[in-house]
């Protein structure tokens, strides 16, 4: 997921408006390039250090371009997490994340509910009044029963694919409920966990605490949804806005326009600041040349931020280094392996891999340590508690390079000593990563792993590597992705990648299919602690037992180039979206 989701905070300090957040930080560095379309660059990494091109001024047109669509408009079925951002312009959610730069933005804000959870009985219980002036884009008020009805829909997983299951598994681990579509209630709001005793007051009961909770309620699964404007699979073509923002159009796999919802009350909105009048969206899948319209001028960001193409990258820092950005994410590019794909059920076939890997000529790829980051060696970002450097494969010891004779010997002892042959899926329209998968296909032919690079559109993920009957289908030993914490715990970011309560036919991101028990056992464990650092102590387990698995292999902790046009106001990096801009608050120069 899709985020740089570090030091998020439990404080709550009000939630100032952006506007006032913004215009009291100063715009860092300055440049002089003016090239790109209006506007002065803010400087190099100015976006990093603070706001870059801080203003309160309204209108124009914010121009978004990327090479990979959404994974869905429908806010219960997106889980990329540039959608999570773009989607605060038309939904909200009971609590959402402050509009502030840096670690500040990871700091949870009420957003419909005038408050934060009243928490009761002993932790399972959460209690929320809604905000007077919240309306859809009709003008009709946003009900508590909207907000259920919506989160209810998640339950429905023939119909509503590809997003998080953490509601699900805190609010009905036995999945008792089966979706809107299958409610036979009245109202079709049969979920008992969530009780909606009138309009303004919603009330969720967990089957055991879990102290993510509303971490889980401030993903774009916990919008509202109104029971009347659902088209089930077919909604993601036109949601309905409860935001700033409504659409206008939407065409899958080319673009979308965002207008003003005029029927929005900025006063029931502590958090968007709602300044361009109009938001274009383009998909384009050529990625070298998104970065040269960027450079032009003709687009303003990238909404995909998985930063720019090698030659995009050069010609920025060259000519236009003001306009640039190096961001550190909390994104792990690894490489999935599919344990029920042979040979992979070998785990000595596994360690093949991972030692037959060239890590630094990967990490070369994508930009060398400053431009890609550094060489990774386990499956926990050093922003999230528990994280340490434990390297069981040496790979650090190894300079990132292959250790041919182990990979050999794990060769033998998986019966394969003259190696095999699979497949590596990698997304066409990710930056670079065909180019690594390409390089890891080098090294393993090295020692006799013949593998093919099976290149997959991004915006089909879910239902390609997704799907664990279309992965051993397609032979996709080695699945090239990467991934961000949903929240800054180790249940935020492993739990949907190696709990085997996880795995779902469609929209799984445990495309290892690991399901052992004992890796199971540390996520209840932690979650059961209420004392961080005792639970941060059960993650570090967790994560010494996945790496020893070897059913992932970790090859970088990610950086990446980000262009911001000279025209852009307001652009600064969150903790809140993986060290992404917070979309919701940029403006334009006219």
Known sequence: MNSLR?????????????????????????????????????????????????????????????????DSTDPQRQYYGFTWDLSRFYARQLVSYAPKPGAAGGELVPDLAKA???????GKTYTYQLRDGITWEDGTPITSKDIKYGIERIWATDVITGGPSYLRQVLDPKTEYKGPYKDTTPDKLGLKAIQTPDDKTIVFNLATPNGDFEQMLAMPAGSPVKKEKDTAAKYQLKPFSSGPYKFESYTPKKGAVLVRNDKWQ???????????????????????????????????????????????????????????????????????????????????????VIYAAD?????????????????????????????????????????????????????????????????????????????????????LQAVGIKAEVDPIDGAESSSITGSPAVVKKRGLGLV?????????????????????????????????????????????DALAETDPAKAAA????????????????????EKNFTWRSSRLTNAYSTAAYNGRYDYVSLGVVK
């Open 6 to 70: 570090s030091s998020r905070t439990r404080r709550i300090a009000g939630a100032a408006l952006v506007v006032a957040a913004l215009t009291a930080t100063a715009a860092c560095g300055g440049g002089s390039n003016d090239e790109d379309g209006g506007g002065k660059a803010a400087g190099y990494n100015a976006g990093t250090k603070g706001v870059a091109n801080a203003s309160a001024k309204k209108g124009g047109t914010l121009k978004f371009i990327g090479k990979q669509d959404f």
């Open 116 to 122: 934060k959870g009243v928490v009761s009985n002993g």
């Open 266 to 352: 900025k006063a029931s909105d502590p958090i968007r600041a709602a300044l361009p009048d109009k938001i274009t969206i383009t998909v384009n899948s050529n990625i070298e040349a998104i970065d040269q319209l960027l450079i032009k001028g003709e687009y303003d960001v990238d909404m995909n931020a998985t930063g720019m193409s090698q030659s995009g990258r050069t010609t920025a820092l060259k000519q236009h280094k003001d306009n640039v950005d190096n961001i550190e994410t909390s994104f792990i590019r690894y490489v999935d392996i599919a344990t029920k794909v042979a040979p992979f059920d070998n785990i000595e076939c596994r360690k093949a």
């Open 359 to 443: 890590y630094k000529s990967m990490q070369t790829v994508r930009g060398g340590p400053d431009a890609g980051g550094e060489i990774a060696t386990n499956m926990l970002p050093k922003s999230i508690k528990g994280s340490d450097d434990y390297d069981p494969y040496g790979i650090l010891a190894r300079g990132g390079k292959p250790d041919v004779a182990k990979a050999k010997e794990a060769l033998t002892k998986c019966g394969k000593p003259n190696g095999f042959s699979t497949n590596i899926s990698a997304r066409s329209n990710n930056p670079g990563e065909v180019q690594t998968a390409e390089a890891l296909q080098q090294s």
């Open 480 to 524: 090239m992705t990467g991934w961000g914490p949903d929240f800054p715990t180790g249940q935020g970011f492993s739990q949907p990648l190696v709990d085997g309560r996880f795995i779902v036919a469609n929209g799984n991101y445990n495309v290892s299919e690991t399901n052992d028990p004992k890796i199971n056992k540390f996520f209840d």
């Open 538 to 557: 059960i993650y570090t387990q967790m994560n010494h037992a996945v790496a020893d698995l070897a059913v992932q292999m970790p090859f970088i902790y």
